[in-house]
């Protein structure tokens, strides 16, 4: 059976007061107005959290594609259709992301058999490849170089300040840029010699975490040098116009932050491949490296699992290293 394609069709969503428009590909639509209706369900209610939707509407959009350039139907979908599927997407994607465009799918489907519109699910049988990591991808920053970036940041312009403040949360409280970007100023509750980052969580996770003295001092300057109320329901990151001589009032967007790491890293003299979740690693990396125990961690980090946490641990890389270098001739 030829392999998948290579195109990205995906289903698209839009979901603006007052209404939902979908857009979806034909294998949904000519199965009737039942498969259509609940895979919008599937798509909005099933799936509050955007990221999520992308990403399964990115998945379930290819793989209909896929089966209308074979001719296949919904209603004959089977497991070997679908694992044959899954074999050619092999070939073009990697085993993460194949293991993602099932769970996708085999969702989706349970939605569509629960709601009368499949007899059966045909991914339910499906095996995904076998995928086991001891340790993420994502670059880490030495301890001298996580050093010389804040270093950089220091100017006392707005910008800097803002910039400065929002590294420091996400190295030190090993926080995700997606909840540094949702903070709202009263996030920092900051009462004297303590203050505390209120965050939102992927899941709708609500978590209250001590600010590190850093962090504290960081944001001080920074919400004093913007004149932001302590108590605002406005953004506590907020972007600032080249033009304009303070806030826009409106919150950083994700690769806001990405092409902001990106250009003081750069100013900075720091590998090109650091992101914003390298921040996250990094300061779980030296929380291991100090002697902190890999369970705090997982608390600090807001992880259900240490296995988690340990993939963005690189302090066993440094031990390797070191052992490696112990055979000499």
């Known amino acids: 059976m030829p392999s998948s394609d290579r195109a990205e069709p995906r289903i698209a969503i839009t979901i603006t007061a007052p209404g939902i428009s979908l857009m979806i590909p034909s294998l949904i639509a000519t199965a009737g107005e039942a498969a259509q209706r609940h895979t919008l369900e599937f798509f909005t209610a099933r799936l509050p959290n955007a990221h ?13 594609a ?23 997407l092999g070939h073009v994607l990697s085993v993460a992301s194949v293991k993602q465009h099932l769970a996708a799918l085999r969702h989706w489907m349970d939605w569509l058999t629960e709601r009368g519109v499949l007899a059966a699910n045909p ?11 001891h340790e993420g991808k994502t670059p880490v920053l030495e301890r001298d170089q996580a050093r010389r970036l804040l270093e950089a940041v220091a100017g006392g312009d707005l910008a800097s300040l803002r910039d400065r ?11 995700r840029v997606g909840a540094v970007v949702n903070m709202r100023v009263r996030d920092f509750d900051d009462a004297g010699d303590e203050a505390w980052l209120v965050l939102e969580e992927k899941g709708g996770k609500a978590r209250r975490l001590p600010a590190h003295h850093l962090v504290r001092e960081a944001l001080r300057a920074y919400v004093a040098a913007a004149a932001l109320e302590p108590r605002s329901k406005a953004p506590l990151f907020q972007s600032a116009p ?9 919150a950083l967007s ?11 890293c750069g ?18 990396t030296i929380h291991q490296e100090n002697g902190g125990r890999i369970e705090d961690a997982a608390e600090l980090a807001g992880h259900a699992s240490t296995r988690t946490t340990q993939l963005y641990n690189r302090k066993l890389r440094k031990v390797a290293r070191a052992e490696v270098e112990r055979v000499q001739l």
């Not at 999520?52 to 209909?64: D, I, K, M, P, Q």
């Not at 994700?254 to 250009?263: C, G, I, Q």
Request: aromatic content about 8%; proline content about 3%; glycine content about 10%.
């Open 123 to 133: 991914v339910a049988a499906v095996r995904g490849p076998r995928h086991v990591v």
């Open 254 to 264: 994700r690769s806001d932050v990405w092409a902001m790491v990106k250009r003081r």
């Open 267 to 284: 100013e900075a003299g720091l590998p090109a491949n650091i992101c914003n979740h390298s921040f996250r690693a990094t300061g779980i």
């Open 165 to 175: 403040a929002l590294i420091a949360v996400m190295l030190f409280g090993f926080v």
């Open 242 to 250: 080249r033009k304009a001589s303070g806030l826009s009032g409106k």
């Open 52 to 64: 999520t939707r992308e990403a399964y509407g990115r998945a379930v959009g290819r793989f209909c």
């Open 66 to 88: 896929w089966c209308d350039v074979h001719g296949v139907e919904l209603a004959a979908v089977s497991s070997p259709l679908v694992a044959a599927y899954l074999q050619g």
